[in-house]
């Protein structure tokens, strides 16, 4: 059923809930996706089953317009009270003008057209409408398309679920359109979020299903939070040669990060998406354990180059490991000590004017471009310093300067 007919037919707010059947008679219930009868177009039986399966949604049924109303009434009386001002002002004005008028001519003359004073009446205000103090509801159509809109904002934008309660955020978009009602918090991840991740899964694996051939990228990390995480990409070339990817898995894994535990999770993410047969390589990186893993598998192992890259600078660093340490250390002083960093910023505004100021960074060890970035910041920080500070800034330039240049050999 089109969008069209769904917003000139279906009014009641259950059908943010349900989606009708095209053969009528019969509405598939968006949490669950159990279908339903109601007979008659009523909705009673559809409402039923939201008290009694999905408690947490009933709220959402029942339309809330209190804070609109009120924030209506209140325009509406700023609006009053300076239109109320405008008439006096004019009858006043009108009253003074005939005054004269008549003091003036104490005779007028009917024949004289240009003695003759035409008084229009004041306009009679419109009376108010109900219209002007309760907002028509978005239709369902609308409103399930808002919806969709809110969720896309919260998950390509890493926004929280609790923006939908944030006092700014909803007097914002109670602003932009008062017919929205904003869903709640429970609404979200019960209902919008399932909903949209099984329809993102659907359309994957039909895409999936038209690639003849994939590869699939894996690797694991433990958080900050000291959770393990395990992530599967899939690579393949879409049916107009366009190389595609998706993110298949990115699930938290509690097992021991053994071989044969990883082995078992990958051949599972490939049986549930239906593209074990069509895997021609796994790209990992120089692990022991996941190298054993997808040889467990079959597949066909390849290792990720810039992993590899990256070992060779590393062992290529170690030649200079002490020049190394110490453009740490003075990297690390800066970090420590706001009082050494805000001199830091006053040099950089003295000594080099023109530029903006930046902040020295520390190297990550996986990214082996983050060593040569922190000498290369090092080196510009000391580089043409003012006379009074030269002296200070001899070994800091010579050690970063010769880390640099060892760096760039690599």
């Excluded at 109320?84 to 009108?94: E, I, R």
Aim: with cysteine; aromatic share 6%.
């Amino acid at each position: 059923m089109s969008e069209s007919k769904i917003s000139s037919r279906k009014r009641s707010n259950i059908w943010l809930h349900f989606t009708p059947e095209l053969n009528g008679g019969k509405a598939r219930c968006d949490i669950c996706r159990v279908l339903l009868a109601f007979t008659g177009g009523t909705t009673s039986n559809l409402a039923k089953h939201l008290r009694a399966k999905h408690p947490s949604v009933v709220d959402d049924i029942q339309p809330k317009r209190t804070s609109v109303t009120q924030q209506h009434q209140s325009v509406r009386a700023d609006d009053s009270s300076t239109s109320a001002s405008a008439p006096a002002t004019s009858s006043n004005s009108v009253t003074e003008h005939v005054g004269e008028s008549s003091t003036a001519n104490q005779q007028p003359t009917t024949n004289n057209k240009d003695s003759m004073i035409c008084i229009q009446p004041p306009k009679k205000e419109r009376q108010n409408t109900l219209g002007t103090y309760i907002v028509r509801p978005a239709s369902v159509a609308r409103q399930k398309r808002l919806n969709h809109l809110l969720l896309k904002m919260i998950v390509i934008d890493f926004q929280p679920f609790s923006i939908v309660n944030d006092a700014g955020f909803r007097e914002f978009v109670i602003a932009l359109d008062p017919s929205y009602r904003i869903p709640s918090r429970t609404m979200i991840t019960t209902e919008l979020l399932p909903a949209a991740y099984n329809n993102a899964v659907d359309r994957i694996k039909a895409v999936l299903a038209d690639a003849a051939a994939v590869t699939l990228t894996t690797d694991s990390w433990t958080s900050l939070t000291t959770e393990s995480y395990v992530a599967v990409t899939c690579h393949f070339i879409t049916s107009d040669f366009r190389l595609d990817s998706c993110l298949l898995q990115c699930n938290k894994f509690t097992e021991r990060h053994t071989a044969e535990n990883l082995s078992r999770d990958l051949l599972a993410v490939v049986q549930e998406w239906g593209v074990a047969n069509k895997v021609q390589a796994v790209v990992t990186d120089s692990a022991a354990n996941i190298s054993a893993a997808v040889k467990l598998t079959g597949f066909t192992h390849l290792y990720c180059f810039a992993h590899v890259l990256n070992l060779v600078v590393q062992n290529g660093i170690k030649t200079v490991h002490d020049l190394q340490v110490k453009v740490k250390t003075i990297v690390e002083h800066f970090h420590r000590s706001t009082v050494a960093a805000e001199k830091l910023l006053a040099l950089q505004r003295q000594m080099r004017p023109e530029h903006n100021v930046v902040k020295l960074k520390n190297d990550v060890v996986t990214p082996h471009m983050t060593c040569f970035s922190v000498c290369a910041k090092s080196k510009s920080h000391w580089m043409q310093p003012s006379q009074s500070y030269r002296s200070q800034s001899k070994v800091c330039q010579a050690t970063s300067g010769a880390l640099l240049e060892n760096c760039a050999k690599c």
